[in-house]
């Protein structure tokens, strides 16, 4: 009996700390079940599951008229979560205005279709937001990188100025940002077989693209996407430090990184994410962080997304960044 079954089921969890006895299912042996899991182990929670395939229908939010394809590619449900383009909504409208910035990050071989699907948003084409209109948001192909990790050779670091009490390490390799090219998407072109200009390499570098430095006139945009190394990740057996690097300033103010992604995990030694952060008293030097360090940026810089919670909730992503806002807050208090 489903209904008997339910009520016997303990609540879904959701949270970064697994209970006592807990882990996650993909760890156990059932691993190999897990996208049909409330068919079977997990049948009490089935209701869970129709609930978000509902909630991403595009059901009521058409208004009966017949939406963009870069919004929804088979006419019938969301290609990419509402609580996304709530958030960004928010994040363009709300007042006093802020700068942001939208970094979107992939492994995969999707970034041209996510691009589109913004460039709709921001021209009125969602049917959720007829009336939003933000040029700065159109993405075009220069907007589009291909990131690398790539030997260091050629990146000069000045760690002269570096204090006695830290510790520098040269690392082997740092990341690269190529051209877009739409005649090669696939994730999986090595460094080597890449074609199109490098046009940032290094942490410096690489951060002025990303954060918006220096943009010439037709680069005036608050967007940007990028495809990352999945194979240098994937050789490093699914190291943090070999993943998706983002970079965080702990201990003065200025741009605030904050890297969603749902593959980011309680486990110093599987992380898709690379932290990089400033060492104290020199700035524009950044330094790759362990698993263990890593994990305690969570809430700060990194949240790991538990999908189920924007499917059912489309504020999610707004409370976890006003969440990172508040705990960075604290850590730059403590260092003024």
């Known amino acids: 009996n489903t209904a008997d079954y339910m009520n016997k089921c303990p609540g879904l969890h959701t949270e970064w700390e697994w209970p006592e006895g807990a882990c996650p299912y993909y760890k156990t042996a059932y691993k190999k079940f897990a996208k049909t899991f409330t068919k079977h182990h997990g049948s009490g929670y089935r209701q869970i599951a129709e609930q ?60 041209s279709d996510v691009a589109n699907a913004i460039t709709a948003f921001a021209e009125g084409k969602h049917p959720l937001y007829p009336d939003f209109r933000c040029p700065e948001l159109v993405l075009k192909d220069e907007n589009l990188y291909r990131g690398r990790w790539g030997p260091s050779q050629s990146v000069e670091h000045e760690v002269s100025s570096v204090s006695n009490d830290e510790q520098f390490v040269r690392p082997s390799h740092v990341y690269h940002l190529y051209e877009w090219n739409k005649n090669d998407t696939d994730y999986d072109t090595s460094v080597e077989q890449m074609i199109g200009a490098c046009v940032a390499q290094g942490d410096a570098e690489v951060l002025q693209v990303i954060e918006g430095v220096n943009q010439s006139s037709d680069q005036n945009g608050a967007a940007v996407c990028i495809q990352d190394d999945y194979n240098f990740w994937a050789s490093h057996n699914y190291a943090p430090h070999a993943g998706k690097p983002v970079w965080v300033r702990e201990h003065r103010v200025g741009a605030h990184h904050i890297f969603f992604d749902d593959n980011i995990h309680n486990d110093p030694n599987d992380s898709i994410v690379a932290v ?10 950044f330094q790759s962080l362990s698993g263990e360090e890593i994990i305690k940026m969570q809430g700060k810089h990194v949240v790991r997304v538990p999908t189920v919670e924007p499917c059912l909730n489309r504020k999610w992503f707004e409370m976890q960044i006003a969440r990172c806002e508040a705990n960075r807050g604290k850590v730059i208090d403590e260092y003024m």
């Not at 509402?82 to 960004?88: M, R, V, Y």
């Not at 990089?276 to 030097?285: A, H, K, Q, T």
Request: net charge negative; aromatic share 8%.
């Open 52 to 111: 978000i395939k509902q909630n991403l229908l595009l059901g009521e939010d058409s208004g009966g008229n017949e939406v963009d394809a870069r919004i929804s590619h088979d006419g019938i449900n969301h290609f990419m979560l509402p609580a996304f383009f709530e958030c960004i909504y928010k994040l363009f409208t709300e007042e006093p205005r802020r700068k942001v910035r939208l970094v979107i990050r992939t492994f995969g071989s999707d970034l």
């Open 276 to 285: 990089r952060s400033e060492i104290c008293d020199c700035p524009g030097l």
